[in-house]
């Protein structure tokens, strides 16, 4: 199992910026694809943005523009930073390693909650 760690959740005003963590545990994170995924409360979760283990980002209409993902493969994380935040974005947030984009992992961490509240 692709184990990962999410961190650096918290809470944050409107049009705050946040930037969460994905650590890779037992395994090198950049020879796979790697999704941030979210969910709010009494909705279904949904994916926010994925990385390649080429490079190749996709997002969500709902946050292009404002949100980044990248990898630092020294460091074997990858991170979202989360730019002009909406009371909309509030929810959990997990990472995972994907067989691709768009494909929903069997599992998931304990994800990091991020709240966007004045």
């Known amino acids: 199992q692709l184990q990962v760690v999410e961190s650096g959740g918290g809470l944050v005003q409107p049009g705050g910026s946040l930037r969460l963590s994905c650590a890779a545990s037992?395994?090198?994170?950049?020879?796979?694809?790697i999704g941030w995924f979210r969910q709010a409360p009494g909705k279904e979760r949904e994916e926010v943005s994925c990385?390649?283990?080429?490079?190749?980002?996709n997002y969500a209409d709902s946050v292009k523009g404002r949100f980044t993902i990248s990898r630092d493969n020294a460091k074997n994380t990858v991170y979202l930073q989360m730019n002009s935040l909406k009371p909309e974005d509030t929810a959990v947030y997990y990472c995972?390693?994907?067989?691709?984009?768009?494909?929903?992992?069997?599992?998931w961490g304990q994800g990091t909650q991020v709240t966007v509240s004045a």
């Open positions: 990385i390649s283990d080429e490079g190749t980002t």
């Open positions: 995972a390693a994907l067989l691709t984009c768009g494909v929903y992992p069997s599992s």
């Open positions: 037992g395994f090198t994170l950049d020879y796979y694809t």
